[in-house]
């Protein structure tokens, strides 16, 4: 029986930092093309990408493009060409959101549902794989359970995917339309002003304050280190790491941290594979706690939790590392909580005020004083630095010395080849055999001279046969098929290698195939709903087709199509304010003297002038971040007009 494979989805914002994914064991990269990217600052040519490409399918590793905005109707036949290049340049898959290409006359290409497809249930999942789509990243929301009753529901050759480590958005993937209600900027289209991680007052329907101030729609990072094994149990075979905005030493050190956990797991149960070929060494030990982060959550995954939520703040807390022990017009003495802790020029610190309002402080430079005690020098003014004082708790959330060693490279990806050294009737040949089974032979002529030190004669043979350097591959073993231990020249043997070399890229390249795309159900599958509202993001006549040939009967246009000018739920999420600050009417069940006082009402989010209203829908455990659209957005003129009723 084949191995099952677990691919490791890694993020680039370009095609060097996708390079270095690979490099540091990525199965498959996700990349945002030139254009309709859902990333409006992450988008790449076509060249580039060519270039990405070619670099992961040495690896047998795969490129995905992620296509996965809404479109209008003009932007379909722009789109259309662009994945017919992309198609061209070798990727290996689409994400995409926006049904309506899937009404295009595309390519064969390998089609995967973007997390803004809102995969939550069974009947969505099974729908999405009959109409042709290879892979699909469920809603980060689920719980174990809520993975295996989908993976019971689809086809195994469905890979399924999930979200293993970054940022999480508070609301369902999809469902968020704040931003483009408050600014016209569309977080379907690539443009989110990330609304929920702004500060808020949270106050009753007596105008009481609940919260003061707070991040209430600001989660942590999340972080599934702990729960890969369960995950694979529940039927998860993609396991995606998020962040196409973040920099280099953020996917060098979180893919190398999930490679490392991964390959772990696969040693220990060999019913499974990694997705792609070679192995990795790194020159640094992984820890997702050096990269910016809100602090970890495995979010809901094993059930609701109450500490899911960033709430003091949306920047990044670092770790802590001491407390300030004295304070000079110029300096501060830190105390750090172990001796081993080096500070560097450059360091980033931070500290809590009072207010619980994170603060920074950059180190210009660092003296050691003694066991464990720094004078810092910030580069700031001391009196710009509200209580700071001796005793306060201080962080760091940038360390130089960390920044550095990932600054040059710090990982080399191999592949195993055995190499076998024969002798011909005209000089010698060299065959490399790889562990993936692709075989390379090539011969050469020269003069047959015995070697008058037969030990290094055979010596050198392996010496300058196993020099793979900076190629793909490392030597696994070397057979010296031979009479004897000829002496063969260093430069013929270094000549007969790189042919050999060359000629095993080329075997590989030639034996690459791209993944196959999944053919549609005939009959069109019918969509598990009748009626679709402007939450199932339809913006262009393609996508309406879909929909209605798929057995929808009332289909309604898009948030971002204006048609929806009263109150709307502008985010919904599993995310519950009320259960987070302990107000949930399920948490006081039980409790004495509070039962029945403690009721799901709605509450008010306030920053500036800004409201928002906060609905519970207690029986799905769903809270509604409800508003309405500004009227200066809704005075720019949408771009199509639907009709409710199928044609």
């Known amino acids: 029986m084949q191995p099952h494979q677990l691919e490791l989805l890694a993020p680039a914002r370009d095609a060097d930092i996708g390079i270095e994914a690979v490099n540091h064991g990525a199965d498959a990269v996700y990349i945002g093309g030139p254009s309709f990217g859902a990333r409006a600052a992450?988008?790449?040519?076509?060249?580039?990408?060519?270039?990405?490409?070619?670099?992961?399918?040495?690896?047998?590793?795969?490129?995905?493009?992620?296509?996965?905005?809404?479109?209008?109707?003009?932007?379909?036949?722009?789109?259309?060409?662009?994945?017919?290049?992309?198609?061209?340049?070798?990727?290996?898959?689409?994400?995409?959101?926006?049904?309506?290409?899937?009404?295009?006359?595309?390519?064969?290409?390998?089609?995967?549902?973007?997390?803004?497809?809102?995969?939550?249930?069974?009947?969505?999942?099974?729908?999405?794989?009959?109409?042709?789509?290879?892979?699909?990243?469920?809603?980060?929301?689920?719980?174990?359970?809520?993975?295996?009753?989908?993976?019971?529901?689809?086809?195994?050759?469905?890979?399924?995917?999930?979200?293993?480590?970054?940022?999480?958005?508070?609301?369902?993937?999809?469902q968020c339309y704040i931003s483009h209600a408050h600014t016209g900027r569309s977080a379907n289209r690539g443009d989110c002003s990330q609304a929920c991680r702004l500060p808020y007052q949270v106050t009753d329907m007596e105008g009481r304050i609940v919260a003061h101030d707070k991040h209430v729609l600001s989660m942590k990072d999340n972080n599934q280190s702990d729960n890969l094994e369960a995950l694979i149990d529940a039927g998860i075979r993609s396991f995606k790491i998020e962040g196409r905005y973040k920099d280099m030493g953020y996917v060098k050190n979180i893919t190398a941290h999930y490679r490392t956990l991964l390959d772990t797991l696969i040693e220990r149960r060999p019913q499974f594979a990694r997705a792609s070929a070679g192995h990795t060494a790194f020159a640094f030990t992984p820890d997702p706690e050096q990269n910016f982060n809100r602090e970890f959550t495995d979010?809901?995954?094993?059930?609701?939790?109450?500490?899911?939520?960033?709430?003091?703040?949306?920047?990044?807390?670092?770790?802590?590392?001491?407390?300030?022990?004295?304070?000079?017009?110029?300096?501060?003495?830190?105390?750090?909580?172990?001796?081993?802790?080096?500070?560097?020029?450059?360091?980033?610190?931070?500290?809590?005020?009072?207010?619980?309002?994170?603060?920074?402080?950059?180190?210009?430079?660092?003296e050691k004083q003694g066991a464990g005690v720094w004078r810092v020098f910030p580069k700031d003014p001391m009196t710009g630095f509200k209580d700071l004082r001796a005793g306060t708790l201080v962080n760091r959330n940038r360390d130089m010395n960390w920044t550095?060693?990932?600054?040059?490279?710090?990982?080399?990806?191999?592949?195993?080849?055995?190499?076998?050294?024969?002798?011909?009737?005209?000089?010698?040949?060299?065959?490399?055999?790889?562990?993936?089974?692709?075989?390379?032979?090539?011969?050469?002529?020269?003069?047959?001279?015995?070697?008058?030190?037969?030990?290094?004669?055979?010596?050198?043979?392996?010496?300058?046969?196993?020099?793979?350097?900076?190629?793909?591959?490392?030597?696994?073993?070397?057979?010296?098929?031979?009479?004897?231990?000829?002496?063969?020249?260093?430069?013929?043997?270094?000549?007969?290698?790189?042919?050999?070399?060359?000629?095993?890229?080329?075997?590989?390249?030639?034996?690459?195939?791209?993944?196959?795309?999944?053919?549609?159900?005939?009959?069109?599958?019918?969509?598990?709903?009748?009626?679709?509202?402007?939450?199932?993001?339809?913006?262009?006549?393609?996508?309406?087709?879909?929909?209605?040939?798929?057995?929808?009967?009332?289909?309604?246009?898009?948030y971002e199509s204006h048609e929806e000018t009263g109150e709307a739920s502008l985010m919904i999420t599993k995310h519950c304010v009320r259960y987070s600050l302990s107000l949930c009417p399920k948490q006081a069940k039980g409790v004495v003297g509070v039962q029945g006082t403690v009721r799901a009402a709605p509450l008010t989010l306030i920053n500036g002038s800004e409201k928002l209203t906060l609905r519970f829908d207690c029986k799905a455990c769903e809270m509604h971040v409800v508003g309405k659209l500004k009227p200066a957005v809704a005075r720019n003129s949408a771009p199509l007009t639907f009709y409710k009723a199928r044609a």
């Open 42 to 174: 992450a988008s790449n040519d076509i060249a580039d990408i060519a270039r990405l490409v070619n670099h992961a399918h040495r690896y047998n590793a795969r490129v995905f493009v992620t296509l996965n905005t809404i479109l209008r109707d003009d932007e379909l036949e722009p789109a259309r060409r662009q994945i017919h290049q992309l198609y061209d340049a070798g990727v290996d898959a689409l994400i995409l959101q926006d049904m309506g290409l899937l009404e295009l006359d595309l390519p064969p290409i390998q089609l995967h549902a973007s997390t803004q497809t809102d995969i939550r249930t069974p009947e969505k999942a099974r729908f999405l794989q009959d109409v042709g789509l290879n892979q699909i990243v469920l809603a980060r929301e689920l719980d174990f359970g809520q993975i295996a009753a989908i993976r019971a529901a689809t086809r195994p050759e469905t890979t399924l995917e999930f979200f293993v480590h970054g940022a999480l958005c508070v609301a369902y993937s999809g």
């Open 404 to 558: 550095r060693l990932l600054d040059k490279p710090s990982s080399e990806r191999r592949i195993g080849v055995w190499l076998r050294l024969d002798e011909t009737d005209a000089g010698f040949a060299l065959t490399l055999t790889d562990e993936d089974g692709h075989t390379a032979s090539v011969e050469a002529a020269h003069a047959k001279e015995a070697a008058k030190d037969a030990a290094k004669a055979e010596a050198t043979l392996r010496e300058h046969l196993g020099k793979l350097g900076t190629t793909p591959f490392a030597a696994m073993g070397i057979a010296l098929e031979l009479e004897q231990p000829w002496f063969v020249p260093a430069s013929f043997l270094n000549a007969l290698r790189r042919d050999a070399v060359a000629a095993l890229e080329a075997a590989r390249a030639a034996a690459y195939v791209r993944p196959a795309r999944a053919q549609a159900a005939e009959p069109p599958a019918i969509y598990p709903e009748d009626t679709l509202s402007y939450l199932a993001n339809v913006y262009n006549h393609k996508a309406r087709d879909f929909y209605a040939k798929h057995g929808v009967q009332v289909i309604a246009a898009a």
């Open 299 to 366: 979010y809901f995954v094993s059930g609701r939790k109450d500490d899911i939520g960033a709430f003091d703040t949306p920047k990044n807390p670092g770790l802590f590392i001491g407390y300030v022990s004295k304070v000079g017009d110029k300096w501060l003495d830190l105390q750090t909580d172990s001796p081993d802790i080096v500070l560097n020029n450059g360091d980033g610190l931070c500290y809590y005020t009072l207010q619980k309002d994170l603060t920074g402080l950059a180190i210009n430079r660092a």
